[in-house]
T-cell receptor, first 113, second 113 residues
Framework: GDSVTQMEGPVTLSEEAFLTINCTYTATGYPSLFWYVQYPGEGLQLLLKATKADDKGSNKGFEATYRKETTSFHLEKGSVQVSDSAVYFCALSEGNQGGKLIFGQGTELSVKP | DTAVSQTPKYLVTQMGNDKSIKCEQNLGHDTMYWYKQDSKKFLKIMFSYNNKELIINETVPNRFSPKSPDKAHLNLHINSLELGDSAVYFC????????????FGPGTRLTVL
């Protein structure tokens, strides 16, 4: 079945450091890919998405490119802030599965001043 | 203007009890979901309804029964609660069941003693 694998956390960075969170997926079809963010004590919010190969999703300085050849959707940000501290989830959704999101295990990011 | 709301936010109860969690969305969406987040933050879909019809049921014990009285509401009733049911339960909604962004509620933390 479909699955998503993320790099393990926690990831601890200093403010203004470069961030990469790796995400790879396994899917039978052509899924849409998502990054969601969960701030402490809150629900998930969509951070960015890409619906087809080579699409780049971007939002709030975060970027991820849908790479079909490597089945990857790595999240990057050039300069992180303390306010970026949260848990980040990579997810996929296939069109023939009723819209369910299949999530990776989440990567906790902690940014220190 | 809360888009997806859940009640209660916290629920503490004894093993064997029956409890319900309510979810409402004011986004005019057709599709609603229940996800379970375990203690390691892993998220897994439980159910999905589209236009009040069940479209996803992910091998969840039949002690869990979702009910959708109308498109804006999806409630989750749990019978005979067990220790392993302790988790955070998230409701979400989307415009349609395919490829659309899902909007999440704030979660209900269920603790079974």
């Amino acid at each position: 079945g479909d699955s998503v694998t993320q790099m393990e956390g926690p990831v601890t960075l200093s403010e203004e450091a470069f961030l990469t969170i790796n995400c790879t997926y396994t899917a039978t079809g052509y899924p849409s890919l998502f990054w969601y963010v969960q701030y402490p004590g809150e629900g998930l919010q969509l951070l960015l998405k890409a619906t087809k190969a080579d699409d780049k999703g971007s939002n709030k300085g975060f970027e991820a490119t849908y790479r079909k050849e490597t089945t990857s959707f790595h999240l990057e940000k050039g300069s992180v802030q303390v306010s970026d501290s949260a848990v980040y989830f990579c997810a996929l959704s296939e069109g023939n599965q009723g819209g369910k999101l299949i999530f990776g295990q989440g990567t906790e990011l902690s940014v220190k001043p | 203007d809360t888009a997806v709301s859940q009640t209660p936010k916290y629920l503490v109860t004894q093993m064997g009890n029956d409890k319900s969690i309510k979810c409402e969305q004011n986004l005019g969406h057709d599709t609603m979901y229940w996800y379970k987040q375990d203690s390691k933050k892993f998220l897994k879909i439980m159910f999905s309804y589209n236009n009040k019809e069940l479209i996803i049921n992910e091998t969840v014990p039949n002690r869990f029964s979702p009910k959708s009285p109308d498109k804006a509401h999806l409630n989750l009733h749990i019978n005979s609660l067990e220790l392993g049911d302790s988790a955070v339960y998230f409701c979400a909604s989307s415009l349609e069941p395919v490829y659309n962004e899902q909007f999440f509620g704030p979660g209900t933390r269920l603790t079974v003693l």
